[in-house]
């Protein structure tokens, strides 16, 4: 009887042992390995559809079940084989990408611009089978203040999307396959509306034009029934009104500044952005010409970090800077036309302005002639969205 049991005892011991080699032996639940190209472009800048790109890989890092090819090495593999990884890829082209990251799936896709409005759309790569499983768009009719959160919607529905196609790959007998579990996207930030509230600082500059001030040696300045007229007469001197701003705006994500300039005689006119660092100043010429210049608090005169396209000179006329933290862009407006936008995820030779501690505006003088070159400015308006 005992040497039964004992008989007993030890099948049952080798069976449990061979189960549990056999699961041993099973993989780990793998996650699907995906790879995000940077979006092509029509009609907007080219940093843009890198930008949706980088939104899209951020939001996936964090899904379960979801492994997201690392940017550096795409781009490596895109130079050592001569493909193309960004701009307009066709399926062809991803599904090549796809088989020498190892990924399963390959998104594409397109930032379009109709006026104000802005489409996104995408679709997703089988790399095994070479075909697109589905389409995906999201539209901005904001324009550009509108994108971040087209581009959340967007991933929403490509993560909704991998809710089938991003699953574990094997799971051990009689065990249900696991559905994957998703981080909650980012609540969609609210777009800058004109109106005043306690996200705006509006200014009216025949009574008080803010402070600090900033003057030089050859400048002065004057509060005036039409508004606040800055003299410059002598070229490079100027005057520059700062306004310190609320707690609140300097954590904002987007940061915008409208200057209304009643009339300008020579004088070069502009906004700044003040941080901890530095400035950036967006300069409108009189004779049209448009550009970027940084500033360190060091004291230097500041540089020319980009020049843009030229604008409609004609007074009064309204000057606008604006800067989003989440896509990194500083963006200039002349005249309700956008002139200039500057990429600053990468660059490394700009100081921090950003939180910016204050915004201001000035005048500056382009020659040595009679009472001198000035401005005169009547309204300004700073609007934040948290």
């Given at each position: 009887?005992?040497?039964?049991?004992?008989?007993?005892?030890?099948?049952?011991?080798?069976?449990?042992?061979?189960l549990?080699?056999?699961?041993?032996?099973?993989?780990?639940?793998?996650?699907?390995?995906?790879?995000?190209?940077?979006?092509?472009?029509?009609?907007?800048?080219?940093?843009?559809?890198?930008?949706?790109?980088?939104?899209?890989?951020?939001?996936?890092?964090?899904?379960?079940?979801?492994?997201?090819?690392?940017?550096?090495q795409?781009?490596?593999?895109?130079?050592?084989h001569?493909?193309?990884?960004?701009?307009?890829?066709?399926?062809?082209?991803a599904?090549?990408?796809?088989?020498?990251?190892?990924?399963?799936?390959?998104?594409?896709?397109?930032?379009?611009?109709?006026?104000?409005?802005?489409?996104?759309?995408?679709?997703?790569?089988?790399?095994?089978?070479?075909?697109?499983?589905?389409?995906?768009?999201?539209?901005?009719?904001?324009?550009?203040?509108?994108?971040?959160?087209?581009?959340?919607?967007?991933?929403?529905?490509?993560?909704?999307?991998?809710?089938?196609?991003?699953?574990?790959?094997?799971?051990?007998p009689?065990?249900?396959?696991?559905?994957?579990?998703?981080?909650?996207?980012?609540?969609?930030?609210?777009v800058?509306?004109?109106?005043?509230?306690?996200?705006?600082?509006?200014?009216?500059?025949?009574?008080?034009?803010?402070?600090?001030?900033?003057?030089?040696?050859?400048?002065?300045?004057?509060?005036?029934?039409q508004?606040?007229?800055?003299?410059?007469?002598?070229?490079?001197?100027?005057?520059?009104?700062?306004?310190?701003?609320?707690?609140?705006?300097?954590?904002?994500?987007?940061?915008?500044?409208?200057?209304?300039?009643?009339?300008?005689?020579g004088?070069?006119?502009?906004?700044?952005?003040?941080?901890?660092?530095?400035?950036m100043?967006?300069d409108?010429?009189?004779?049209g010409?448009?550009?970027?210049?940084?500033?360190?608090?060091?004291?230097?005169?500041?540089?020319?970090?980009?020049?843009?396209?030229?604008?409609?000179?004609?007074?009064?006329?309204?000057?606008?800077?604006?800067?989003?933290?989440?896509?990194?862009t500083?963006?200039?407006?002349?005249?309700?036309?956008?002139?200039?936008?500057?990429?600053?995820?990468?660059?490394?030779?700009i100081?921090?302005?950003?939180?910016?501690?204050?915004?201001?505006?000035?005048?500056i003088?382009?020659?040595?002639?009679?009472?001198?070159d000035?401005?005169?400015?009547?309204?300004?308006?700073?609007?934040?969205?948290?």
């Open positions: 009887m005992n040497g039964r049991r004992t008989t007993w005892l030890f099948a049952l011991f080798a069976a449990w042992g061979a549990m080699s056999a699961l041993l032996c099973l993989p780990a639940s793998a996650a699907t390995r995906v790879a995000v190209m940077d979006f092509a472009v029509n009609g907007v800048e080219a940093h843009l559809g890198r930008s949706v790109a980088e939104l899209i890989i951020t939001d996936l890092t964090g899904t379960a079940g979801c492994e997201v090819v690392e940017r550096g795409l781009e490596r593999l895109a130079r050592e001569k493909l193309q990884a960004s701009g307009l890829v066709d399926a062809q082209t599904v090549r990408m796809g088989k020498l990251t190892g990924a399963a799936y390959v998104i594409v896709g397109s930032v379009n611009a109709m006026q104000q409005t802005y489409i996104l759309a995408a679709r997703l790569v089988d790399v095994q089978r070479g075909t697109s499983l589905s389409g995906f768009k999201s539209v901005s009719t904001t324009g550009e203040a509108g994108l971040y959160d087209a581009t959340v919607r967007l991933t929403g529905d490509i993560v909704a999307n991998f809710g089938g196609a991003v699953a574990p790959t094997r799971t051990p009689g065990r249900p396959t696991p559905v994957p579990t998703r981080r909650p996207l980012p609540t969609p930030r609210p800058v509306t004109p109106k005043a509230d306690a996200n705006t600082i509006e200014l009216d500059l025949t009574k008080d034009p803010g402070r600090p001030l900033y003057k030089g040696a050859y400048a002065s300045e004057s509060i005036t029934e508004g606040t007229a800055l003299v410059a007469k002598k070229e490079g001197q100027g005057v520059t009104v700062n306004r310190a701003l609320p707690s609140t705006f300097m954590t904002a994500s987007v940061l915008e500044a409208e200057i209304l300039v009643q009339h300008c005689d004088a070069l006119v502009g906004l700044v952005l003040t941080g901890k660092e530095g400035s100043c967006f409108a010429l009189s004779d010409r448009t550009r970027i210049r940084a500033n360190r608090l060091t004291g230097d005169k500041g540089r020319t970090i980009v020049n843009g396209e030229r604008w409609n000179v004609s007074w009064p006329a309204v000057i606008r800077v604006r800067y989003d933290a989440r896509l990194k500083f963006t200039g407006f002349a005249n309700g036309r956008r002139v200039l936008s500057l990429p600053l995820a990468d660059r490394k030779d100081p921090a302005f950003f939180p910016s501690w204050q915004v201001g505006f000035y005048a003088g382009r020659s040595d002639v009679g009472a001198g000035y401005a005169v400015f009547s309204k300004l308006r700073i609007t934040a969205a948290p």
